[in-house]
């Protein structure tokens, strides 16, 4: 038995998220109550124990005198993930990490990094890196009508359709110097989709200050590869992400082109993909 | 007994890829380098016709019937060119004794048409999990995930702007 099956584990919960088993153990029964905040979207309790990643949450005391500190920790299996004296941050990096996990490993969808809304029967998928302003794009389609379906991820199934993973947004403040806030879409006006959508255009962009959005129709090829560069599983199912790649742009134009401010492309995007759906050229 | 080869008959590599056709391109993912090309249709009608039998001038004539207009043969030799630089022949090609030509010497040479397309490979190094990932903004941590541009990971947690 390792050292770290030694220790006083008090609760914990085994779930299964996209097909994807994993569990949490807790030294401290209030930390797995705070704990239910950070799973990801769809996850279901799993009677079985048996996981596929184990994490271990160490919760450090607070009640202690000056001279005494006492860290928490997260391991993830065997691998200590964080020691920290913020307990909020054993709680951030196990979302990010389990999130991760469960992006590359589920075994039937295809995470692609990217924003995702719902207009008229279609989704909208914007993929891009972190920073090139997917979530203010996301928002700003919410907030003229669009449905929400991520921020963070467009799930593929095999069949190129998109299904929901509706997280709280994750807004930046006003300033780089701030950590982003969560926001419940309702907070926006909007509402999450439930129903899974076939992709209707797929926009590649990111954003520049003061620049006319002018995007070019990437091939079909090309527009495989803007997605596959966003896919998370690409390395370890490259086989099932091209395919299901390939079906998305056979049916989805995919646009190409830096932007202005999200509020300045929000008609343009769903006029084309109305155009698109309409059956005309999509092209101003 | 080794079987004799016509010369300069070039074969496309097969082993360790993923290949995926679309209507007019070509999808290939190199399983060993983790690297995805995109072959535009010119590139792709060539590759196609790399079977280890045909030689480059059949190919040149072979591609004449099939897009019913004169192809240069330097277009062929460009486009083989993109090929084994991409990993996607199986053998390092012996081209006859005359320079390579560059691509806008190529455009030049050819004033190529819109009939004709220069053969093009588009490439991307593929994602690992953490790159496709969302990195780690400020005063967050970045135990297991890299810090957003900007800023640097200092004892766990990201700082800076980003």
Known sequence: MEKIDRLGWVAGISFSAFGVRAGVRVNDPAALERLLGYLPPGWKPSPSPVVERLYSVVMGCANLGARVRRFSLLYADRNKLVRTLEPDEVFEVLESDLQRHIAGAAPRRLFVHAGVVGWRGRAILIPGRSGSGKTTLVAELVRAGATYYSDEYALLDPRGRVHPYARPLSIRGETSSTRPKKYPVEALGGRAGVATLPVGVVIVSEFRAGVTWRPRRLSLGNGALALLAHTVAARRRPRSALSILRRVVLHAPVLNGVRGEAKGVVDSILKRLDANVNGRSGHD | ?162
């Open chain 2, 1 to 162: 007994m080794q079987e004799k080869r016509k010369p300069l008959a070039p074969r496309a590599r097969k082993e360790g890829l993923v290949i995926e056709e679309l209507p007019d391109e070509v999808l290939v993912y190199d399983l060993k380098r983790d690297k995805a090309h995109c072959l535009n249709p010119m590139a792709a009608l060539v590759w196609r016709h790399c079977d280890g039998e045909t030689s480059v001038a059949e190919m040149v004539r072979l591609l004449q019937a099939e897009l019913k207009t004169p192809v240069d043969e330097e277009l062929v030799w460009f486009a083989l060119d993109q090929l084994e630089k991409s990993f996607l022949l199986q053998e390092r090609l012996i081209r006859p004794p005359r320079g390579r030509l560059s691509r806008r010497e190529l455009v030049r040479r050819l004033g190529l048409t819109a009939g004709i397309t220069l053969p093009l490979i588009t490439s991307i190094l593929a994602p690992t999990v953490v790159e496709a990932a969302s990195c780690a903004h400020v005063t967050m941590s970045c135990a297991t995930v890299a810090c957003c541009p900007g800023c640097t990971c200092v004892a766990n947690l990201c700082a800076g702007i980003c």
